[in-house]
């Protein structure tokens, strides 16, 4: 057998489900009376006005299945607030609580905002009045009867206004060539979506957009936009230094650097070139003067290696007594006296010519001189 509790319209063919199984109502559904002993009693909790229906008690056995005819009906009177969804700042709005059930002249009214109660005293009368309203007054409102726990579901209040504290989120002073980005930041409801930019003492705007990239130094300041209104920022300078005075000269004392490395490498070069025509020029000259007086000596020359070396006459000639001329007649050599050792005639060997620029230039030495 099986003992449970369920909700109307009960309709024919269709099985009614049983409270303790629905997830709606299992954890707010609680059995006090014993089932065995045809008790059935149930309590529920939390209550809302959804949980306004006809409840029915059904049991069903191996062969039969029964259902309470005329049932248990709840109603359910709930606190409910009016409120307009929407107000302006500086307007005077009223809130209401209402119940469905019927209360007596003597009830009395707590209001609330945010859960917390906006007075210590108790009013008679359900209604709650703001006078100018302000941004403050914004949040959700709920109210509740006196001496009793339920409160109303809470009901938000929007109230809408202008941009207010509208200022400018700069970056600092910027340098020759960069730009500053300029963010206009305001308080506004709803947000708001249109902003401009103004030079102060010029009267069109420079920019549009949240944001705006200054090239040049000034004073600025932005104007912020909403259905309600607009305010403006207070004015911002941005100066820009010039580039060589920051951080920036290390862009220009390195190419200052590769200017003077390349200008030194170029001298270098000029050096170079004018040590080697001066090297060429001198070789040139110290050959035209070895080679004049190497062919005017030579037969002087030619005097110190032969010197050992004597003409044989033959025996007519020395009958005829026939003399010759060295200068004009070939000396016919009979005998030639050879020193063994050739390094000694050239023992007292001297350089004619000992220019440090001839020997840098790696030449070979002609020797005009021997002794």
Known sequence: MKVFWTKGPVQ???????????????????????KLKKNCTIRLSHVTLKDSHVYYFRIITDKEKWTGKKGVTLTVTDLQVESPERV?????????????????????????RNSQPLTERRDRNNELLLQSVRREDAGRYSCAVHGHNHISPAVQLNVTYPPRNV?????????????????????????????????????????????????????????????????????????????????????????????????????VCIIMFIRKRKCAGVLDLKQKQVKQP?????????????????????????????????????????????TRNNEDNYENLRMDHPDPDVRSCAVKVIYSTVK
């Open 12 to 34: 024919k063919g269709v099985e009614p489900p049983d409270l303790s199984e629905d997830p709606e109502y299992s954890q707010r559904l609680q059995y006090l009376g014993d």
């Open 167 to 267: 200022s400018i989120i700069q970056s600092g002073q910027i340098w020759a060539g960069d730009s500053v980005t300029l963010i206009c930041s305001s308080d506004s409801n709803p947000p708001a979506l249109n902003f401009s930019w103004f030079k102060e003492n010029e009267s069109s705007a420079v920019g549009s957009g949240q944001s705006f990239s200054a090239l040049q130094s000034g004073r600025f300041y932005c104007q912020a936009h909403n259905q309600h209104g607009s305010q403006r920022s207070d004015a911002v300078t941005v100066t820009v230094k010039a580039s060589f005075v920051s951080g920036h000269s290390t862009s220009l004392s390195a190419a200052i650097v590769i200017v003077v490395i390349c200008a030194v490498l170029f001298l």
């Open 294 to 338: 190497f062919s005017a000596d030579r037969n002087h020359s030619d005097d110190g290696l032969y010197a050992r070396v004597s003409p044989r006459r033959t025996r007519t000639d020395l009958t005829a007594g026939k003399t010759e001329s060295t200068d004009s007649q070939k000396i016919s050599y009979a005998t030639i006296q050879h």
């Open 88 to 112: 302006t700042e500086g307007d005077s709005v009223r809130l209401t609580c209402k119940s469905s059930c019927t209360l007596t002249d003597r009830a009395t009214f707590i209001w609330y």
